[in-house]
Each structure stands twice: as C-alpha cells, then as structure tokens.
C-alpha cells in the first residue's frame, strides 16, 4: 500500500512528569517499559500498544490493577493456552503514568499458527457446539462465586478470643483467618475472571466472523447494521432498568409517585412510605428488586468508586423519578422491544435477499445463527462480572481496610486503594502478628507517608494526557477481543492520529469514530464525566461521555444523540441508542476533551462523524 | 377479437405489449405499473403503423418500390430509401387517427398543466430481440417537440426511419419481409429537468448490493451522462434508506433548455450555485426509493436515469427516465467475493477469519 506508516510515539521515550519519580513501585514489576534489557525493549518497540481507555478513563490505582492482572491472566491463557486460537497468542499489558496499554500478541511463525489450528477446531469447536449447556453451567458457576464472595466474613480481632475456641477446640485464631479471608476474597475474584474469559474471545470471534463476513459481500454495510441482525435478544444487561421502569409504574398505580418523587433523598422518603400500607408495598416490591439487580454499577465496574445503586440508593431514585415523570406525561418507557424484534427480521430478510448465490447464503445463515448465539453471553457476562461480583467486591474490601484503619495504617476507609493487593496482605501480618505478640504493628510509621505521596502521584497522572497508542502500529490485528472492543480499525486509529497530530483541541472541528447508531442530529452538547452528572442533562442535548453502562441508561431517556470517547459497535451507548432509535457516534478518542458542554454540534450516526458547528 | 387500440397510455403496457407499442413504451408501462413515477405519455400502436401504411395504399407503393432490389446495390437502395421516406413523411394520416393522437396529445398537455406541453416523440421498434436489427428505425428520437401539428410530422418522421437506406439492406439479406415490419412511437411529455442525473442500485466502486449510488448536477441529465461534469455523488444505503455519504462537487457547466430552438444548450453554471448541493436529501431518497423498488421489480441491479420536473408540484417531481439491468458487476458475479474455498461450517469461517485477521494499514 502507498500509505504512510501511522506514527506513534516510542513506549520508551514517553514524558516522564515531574514530581512522580519512582511511581513504579505502585505497580507489578513487569508492567513496566524498560530500557535495561535489550531484548525486552526491541520486543516493546516493534509491538503496538494502545490505550485501553474503555476499562481504565483514568490512572488506575495501585490495588484496582487486580482486574487488570486477572483479565491479563485469564484472556490470555484461554487464546493461548486453551483453546490455542492459531494466529494469536494472549494480550500482553504495560503501564505508562499509571495508564493502562495492551498489545495483542501474533504468533510469527506459521509452522506453529498450522500445528494450532486442529487444536482449535476441536476445542473451540467443542464450546461453540455445546455453547448453550455450557453457558448455563457457567451461570451455575458465577452464582456459586459470587455467594461465596457474599458469605465470606472479614472478622475483627478481638481482644481476647472467643470461649468457643477453647471449647470447641478449634486450634486457630482470628489472626490467621482474616489473612486467610482475605486470601479467599482476592482468590474469589480472580477465579470469578477466570470465568469471565471462558466465552468471551470465542464469543467475539464468532461475532467478528459473522462482521466480517457481511462487510465482504458488503464493503460498505455499517457495522451498526451488523449488530442490529443480532440484536433484540433480551439481555441481562437491561433488567435493572426495567427494574427500575416497573416500580415507576408501580408507585403510579400504587400512588405514592408523589412521596417518591418529591426530590428528597431516599433516606427521607423510606419513612414516609413506611407509614401508609401501599408506601410499604412499594418499598417491599422496591427491597426485592435490590438484590441483585441494584447491584448495578454507576461506572464500568473496574474502578473501586464506581458505587453501585445499592451503595446510593439516591441514584437508582433520581432514575426513577425520570420514568415516574414519563409515566404521569403517559409517554412510553418500555424498551421497544416488538419494534426492535420486527426491524431486525426485516434488515436480515433484505441482506439474504441481496446475496447473490446459495453457498453465501448458507454462510450467511450459519454465521448469523452463531452470532446470535454468543450474543447473549458477550452482554451478559458484564452483569454478573462487572457489576454485580465487583460491587459485592469493592464492599468486602472496605471491610478489610475498616481493619486497617482501625490500626492507623491508613487513615480513610478509600487509602487503602493506594496500597497493592500485596501490600495490604503485608500489612495485614503486620497487624496480625502485632495483636498476636501484643505489641505495636510497624505500619502506622510506614503507610499514611507513602499514601499521602501516592495520592500526589495520581493527581499528577490524572492532568496528563495519555497517547492513543504507542510503539509500531502493525499491518494486521487478529486477536478478537482487541478487535472489537476498542474498535482498532485502520479508521479510528487514523482518526485518533490525526487529532493528536493536530495538538490543539481548539483547532479540530470534526471528530471521526464509529457509527454506533443511525440518524442524523444536531443540538447543544453537554459533556458528563461520570454518571453521577446525568443529572444535568436537558431534554434534547447530546451526551458527550467517556463510555457508558447500564446505569446511564435514564440519560438516554432525555438525550437525541450520544458521543463517546470509547467503544466499539458493541458498546453499551451503540446498543442504547440502537434501541430507542438515536444517533450515536462512539469511539471518538477525544471527544470530552475536544467538545464542551453548550457547543452546538451535529452527530451523524451513519458516517460515525462529529462536527463542530458552534463554540 | 377486439379491435387493438391505436393509441394508448404507457400505464395500459406492460412487458406483454411489445408487438402493440414495441419495447421502449413497454418498459416505460411495466415501470409505471411497478409504482414508479415515469414522465406521463402515450404509445401510438403499431397497429397505428399498419392502418397508417395500409389506408393511403402505401404498402402497395412501398413493396413496388422494394421489389428486386439487390442488397449490395447502395445506388438502388438509396434511391428506394429516399422515395419511400417522402411517400411516408408526406402522406397525410387518416382523420381517426390523427384524432387519436391529437386527442391524447391534449390530455397530456392538460395532465402536466402546461399549454401544448413540450414532448419527446421517440421510436419503439418491437424488434429488439433481433440481434443486429439496432440500427432499424429504433433510435429515432426527437425531443423538445410542441402543438399537434409538429407532434404528427415527426411522428411520420419516425415511422419513415424503418425505411432508410441500411434497414432494407439489412431485411433484404436476412429474408425478412418488408410488410412484416412495424413500429410504435412514443409521445412523452419532456422533463424539465431542474436537476438530473444517473443512479446505480449497487456501488459501481465495490459492487455492494446494499448500497445505492447517484450522481446528479443542475439542468439536464447530459452533463452528468457524457462525463463533462464531476456530479455530486450521493451513497444511501438500501436497507435503512439513509444517505451515507454526500460528496458535494464543483459543478462547471449544465445544460438547460434554449426555449426558441427547443433543444438543450451547456452553460456555465453561475459561481454561487457551484458548490451547491444540486439534489435535496428527500429526492435523493425518493429516488433511492424507487431504485429498490425498480431493482426488485426486474430481479436485478439496475441502471437508471432519472430527472427532477421543475413543471411539476414538487409533491411529485422526481421522475425516472429509464432503467437497463446493470451489467459490469453483474457480470462478476461468476468470479465471487474473495474467500478462501468452501466453508462447511460456521467454524471454518470462524477459522480463518481469525487466520485473515484485520488489516490495519
């Protein structure tokens, strides 16, 4: 190709920012980029390493790189090691200023690609084949960790131990089982990521074959379209709206819409509606509705402040009084889920007319059929993993770090998210072995410093602008996840290049990302960082956000169009809009920080372009 | 056995009227009859051609005059040609029929609202399937025609051009009887193209069926057909009728009518309409529209001109002027989308998807 070769900037010549010396130790060891192996550092430079802006928005903190460390481990062992996909082995990972960079890893030689293959058609092909028992035996399998999680007791230490020990001659003390509970939480968690990889490459694969497929018989077919054949498959991810939707209906009919929906927190409303017998009906079917589906996350799950609903209940009710709202105006607040169902039979039915012989209809079939068969998995799974074990999660931890503070290792209950997971089981013999001995523990001296420095560290990383990508952009990409998820196509990547060539956000009037969603729109944008801001949404702007999830879902209720800086055609903004029918551009690389809140902008979800019309 | 008609309105043929108005009128009838808006007209019927032939006893003279012509002889044919063609363009047609046409030719006029409203008198010879026969009186087209008078002489004109010089050879060396040629005429009302244009219901580019491409610039089709200008391009997509791309050219010249000539003439388009976008999103869809609706309708990826009526209510100004199979990518159909061999199954797929993986430069 007469193409120039994109440039990015090399891993190891990145700016290092004053004041942060010596962050590395923050971090596992071998996330580093390093200049004092010659071999490692020619293997760093020659692969592409992009920003994984989807899981990780901002600098991730020293204990939340347990999620990193588990889908490092688990993604990479079921490519390589497991099913052994033959062109690719696993993702490998680095940190740059405390961001998060991964590279897909290709197998060069084609003697071992060959020797691969037999392997995957008999492994892979043994799940796709099974796909849906196996599938409802990893459900099986998640309840099962996440009700140990929940069991899972973190005991304090008391003063002196309980007679029953004596008693029941139990030979063990409190000490030793908090480190062992502790080893079970961090344990539970990496096993429940184990799981969270069994399907979900060989479901994107499937998925890119059936993408892929389309666009060769049609070059120009958006990808939307493609997700559109297989979508309207009622997916987990929706329920705790619905959730929400129905006690929205229920507080109507129940009419008590006016105490919930009187703008006070839920704290003051639980009283009132404690007083009447239908506010106890609908606090009733509200309690039962929590647990599990309030375990929905208000970020993307993978940071310890992402709070779930269920940590505030404030969040799930500003929803609610959203629909409330809807529902007195009597305008529909269903997903239209009929509508949905009927426009994708119908775009399926246009593109099997259009193919052209029957060996390409039978692909088409076939593949289709697979996708939609993974397709509820490659949704789901972000319930059970990310929303609902993670939230369980965060709190558990927070028990173990109420134990440290008690002791003066930290002195807030969120420190201890500046301490690595192996930190705090140092600590924690620290404060085992001193109540043990009856002495003083040694980390009050030690932690609160190095915290306190840490958290200028991460300031300091929050003010600084991560590449796109580094080292060498290759000429092919076959690893799946990658594939998908971030969107690293040929388009994005040069888009992003171009932006960052361009340097000065002022000068960039025109963003390209991928058409999430079709339609065309104008209006005024309100960029919202978190979700905790959707609040400031007015009817009809365009929601600019670093990514979605299900929590945003009320957003979309008042929005005519979506932004997104991250995200593929199977993000939770593309999928949203999709449904209720608005445009949605995702993936744009920048655009919170290129377009401010009141710019007017026009979104064109068919073309995946943002412009700029007024500053 | 009813009487056949003289003349008849488009929307009376079908594909099964060519022997009665030949294959030009017929496929202008099957398109209206498929929902598509076409420029209203009216075929005169080969059965016009007989009785106009027969009532002056032209076919007496004409087959005297054909009688042993050698079909190498161009001296003796060029004379039998002329003589033939002025016998035919200046024989009076019969008062009927004559009527007829007349007749029609007012209600036309009356449908587009226009005082004897500018037509296109156009040959519909019913030979099409003869290979070769191309040349025999099938391309005789004269545009900008007006009043009943004008309509007539040139109606005459073309039945006169099933008689020159190179059809009788033609028949003459192929053993077809000169009486068993006919030919329909087609009266169509002129679109006044504010814009015009050309429309593929495929990506010429990359042969996606998915996808509808048109071309358009201001005044007539010409400019955009003979390549002088670089149209605007529109990309709409067939399955959710959206416009995908719209790439805005500089458009230099257009052609537009000369009212005192009746025919078209270039102009340079003024600088401010230049860059302007010639076709509007909704006709832009309303011909996508009718692309899919055409393309369903003959099975196959069409070809299609088109123009937009500035005579027209603008509720239903977008007209189609014709429609041919598409035949380049039709054609590549036989050398398929490159994949790898057969595929059994959706893991063979799934396999070298992954094998192939994604370009990324």
Known sequence: MGESKRRFPDPHEVEKIPGTEGWERMFPYQYQFVTDDPEREQYEKGMFWFYDGLHYPEPIYPFDIIWDEAWYLALSQFNTRIFAVPPVYG???????????????????????????????????????????????????????????????????????????????????????????????????????????????????????????????????????????????????????????????????????????????????????????????????????????????????????????????????????????????????????????????????????????????????????????????????????????????????????????????????????????????????????????????????????????????????????????????????????????????????????????????????????????????????RVCRTVAEIGQLKEDEILVAPTTSPSWAPAFQKIQAAVTDVGGVMCHAAIVCREYGLPAVVGTGHGTSIIKTGMKIKVDGGTGKVTILER | MAQLPLVCWFQECNKDSVPLVGGKNASLGELINAGIRVPPGYAITTEAYRRFIGDGGLDGKIKEALEGLNHEDSAALDQASDYIRGLIESCPIAVDLEDHIAEYYRRLSKICGLPATPVAVRSSATAEDLPGASFAGQQETFLWIRGVESVLEHVRKCFSSLFTARAIAYRIKMGFAQEEVALSVGIQKMANAFTAGVMFTLNPGNGDRSMIVIDSNFGFGESVVSGEVTPDNFRVDKVSMEILERTISKKEVYYTLEPAEHCSRKLTLPKERQMAQSTIDKDVLELARMGKVIEQHYGCPQDIEWAVDKDMPKTGNVFILQSRPETVWSCKDQDKTPTQGPKKTAMDHILSNLMMGKKLS
């Open chain 1, 91 to 525: 993702v490998d990972h680095r940190i740059i200023n405390g961001y998060i960079y991964i590279s897909p890893v290709p197998v060069t030689d084609p003697a071992e690609v060959e020797a691969r293959v037999a392997h995957f058609m008999e492994r892979a092909g043994y799940y796709y084949e099974n796909w849906n028992k196996l599938e409802d035996q990893w459900i099986k399998k998640l309840e099962k960790v996440i009700s140990d999680l929940e069991a899972l007791e973190i005991k304090p230490l008391p003063e002196l131990e309980d007679i029953s020990v004596v008693m029941e001659g139990l030979g063990k003390s409190t000490g030793y089982e908090l480190l062992h509970a502790y080893d079970k939480l961090i344990d539970l968690g990496l096993l429940c990521w184990q799981y969270h990889f069994e399907f979900l490459n060989l479901g994107y694969a499937a998925y890119v074959t059936f993408l892929d497929f389309c666009q060769k018989v049609f070059p120009d077919i958006p990808l939307q379209r493609v997700t559109q054949m297989v979508s309207g498959i009622d997916v987990i991810m929706y329920r705790p709206d619905e959730e929400l939707k129905k006690l929205a209906r229920a507080a109507v009919d129940l009419n008590v819409d006016g105490i919930v929906n009187s703008g006070r927190k839920f704290v003051e409303i639980k009283d009132e509606l404690e007083a009447t017998s239908n506010g106890k009906e609908w606090l009733n079917a509200f309690e039962k509705a929590r647990y599990p589906w309030f375990w929905t996350s208000t970020g993307t799950g993978w940071y310890h402040h992402d709070k779930s609903w269920n940590d505030d209940l404030d969040i799930p009710l500003a929803s609610l009084c959203i629909y409330i709202d809807k529902v007195r105006a009597g305008k529909p607040i269903e997903r239209p889920m009929d509508q949905v169902i009927k426009e994708r039979d119908r775009i399926t039915e246009e593109y099997r007319a259009l193919l052209a012989d029957e060996e390409t209809k039978a692909g088409f079939e076939q593949l289709l059929g697979t996708a939609r068969t993974v397709f509820p998995y490659v949704e789901n799974h972000l319930f059970y993993v990310e929303h609902w074990f993670h939230s369980v999660f965060w709190n558990k931890m927070r028990e173990v770090a109420a134990i440290l503070m008690d002791y003066g290792f930290i002195e807030e209950i969120e420190d201890v998210w500046y301490l690595t997971r192996a930190e705090i089981k140092e600590a924690l013999w620290d404060v085992v072995t001193a109540w043990a001995t009856g002495v003083k523990p040694r980390g009050p001296q030690v932690w609160p410093k190095e915290i306190a420095w840490r958290k200028g560290v991460m300031d300091k990383f929050r003010e600084w602008t991560p590449p796109a990508a580094v080292g060498t952009a290759p000429e092919v990409i076959q690893e799946p996840f990658t594939v998908v998820l971030w969107g690293v196509t040929n388009e994005s990547l040069n888009a992003w290049a171009e932006v960052d060539a361009a340097g000065d956000p002022e000068s960039v009037n025109q963003l390209k990302g991928f058409a999430g969603s079709p339609g065309v729109v104008e209006g005024f944008a």
